[in-house]
């Protein structure tokens, strides 16, 4: 049995990685400030189908508390850390920059410090599509520059990813960023699309829809990004020989560094997606159409290339069916 730390344990993402290491029998401590960004009550139901395995402990406490961090990693010998932990949200980052600063940025730093002091043997951290920023050259691959972050939130994504490389490097310590494109499913945020949409279809109102329905997103399932997190975890990163400091790649290192893509690799016209959400429902949606926001960007597209070779392994669950699992999902939790 290994033990492993995943924190975020109460978020979306958090609880499907901590739920697929309890039922193959690892140890789990998971960690989650259950702030008020979205509804606690929901976070804590995600903790409640933790704490139905013995082998799950949870800890509430916030991780930019250097102190309390510190002592997570003196009390425990980890196998390996999954951090998820972070303040979400692109639209949110225009107006509470600061928290950014707080959850994404010191927080990491004291989570690689504990990573540090405590030898663990793989740190597998949460990155975005949103690095990709002003990129208009589609798929998006790993090997692109990423320096044109279009909001704060990706700004503090990329500079974990910076953050990280300089740990591997310094310390050997193996690190995995892998850039998550827009996850969606059961248990899902309510500040996401997904859940905007069906709860105020459902509610009779009108959905709001930016930049006049022209984007389009590598929708990726809940659980094909879980998937994605386990199989990386599971193989940590290594140096690799092909890495040339002369002309360097951004996704590989001379130090045991990666970075991975987790998308289907097919984007979908938001208008598409609406449309699955409305068949599922047996409704037609008033719209609302509206300017595209501060910090938003038009197209996300993954190429999963990379994370194909290193862990045979793609996201390849269906829109409608991923739609009418959330749907089945919402109407079970908000009768």
């Given amino acids: 049995m290994k033990k492993y730390l995943v924190t975020g344990a109460a978020g979306f993402i958090g609880m499907y990685v901590a739920k697929i290491l309890l039922e193959r029998g690892d140890q789990v401590i998971g960690l989650d400030n259950l702030n008020n960004y979205y509804d606690p009550e929901l976070k804590k139901a995600r903790i ?37 932990a972070a303040q979400a949200g692109v639209r949110y980052s225009v107006t509470h920059p600061h928290s950014y600063a707080d959850s994404n940025l010191t927080a990491f730093l004291n989570i690689l410090e504990g990573c ?37 939130y990706a700004a503090t994504k990329r500079a974990n990813e910076l953050m990280a490389h300089s740990y591997s490097h310094l310390y050997r310590l193996p690190t995995t960023g892998l850039r998550f494109f827009t996850v969606y499913g059961p248990w899902g945020r309510p500040d996401q699309s997904l859940f905007l949409f069906v709860s105020a279809i459902l509610r009779g109102e009108s959905i709001k829809i930016f930049n006049d329905g022209k984007m389009m997103r590598d929708f990726t399932y809940i659980d094909d990004i879980a998937m994605g997190v386990i199989l990386a975890l599971d193989k940590p990163a290594v140096a690799t020989s092909e890495y040339d400091s002369s002309f360097p790649m951004p996704h590989i290192s001379d130090a045991p560094y990666r970075l991975f893509n987790i998308g289907t690799s097919k984007p979908i016209p938001l208008m598409d997606f609406i449309d699955a959400i409305e068949k599922k429902l047996g409704v037609k949606a008033q719209k609302q159409f509206l300017p595209l926001q501060a910090g938003d960007v038009v197209e996300t597209y993954a190429s999963s290339e990379l994370l194909s070779a290193w862990v045979d392994f793609r996201p390849d669950t269906s829109i409608q069916i991923g739609v009418d699992a959330f749907i089945d999902w919402y109407r079970s939790y908000y009768p």
Avoid at 61 to 71: G, N
Avoid at 142 to 147: I, K, P
């Fill in 48 to 84: 409640e189908i933790l704490t139905k395995y013995k082998i799950f402990s949870f800890i509430k406490a916030d991780l930019f508390d250097r102190e309390s961090i510190s002592e997570l990693f003196v009390n425990h010998k980890f196998d390996g850390v999954v951090h998820l």
């Fill in 116 to 152: 540090r002091s405590g030898k663990v043997g793989h740190l597998v951290f949460a990155s975005s599509s949103s690095v990709y920023g002003g990129n208009s050259k589609t798929p998006f691959t790993e090997q692109d520059r990423v320096d044109h972050p279009v909001s704060l």
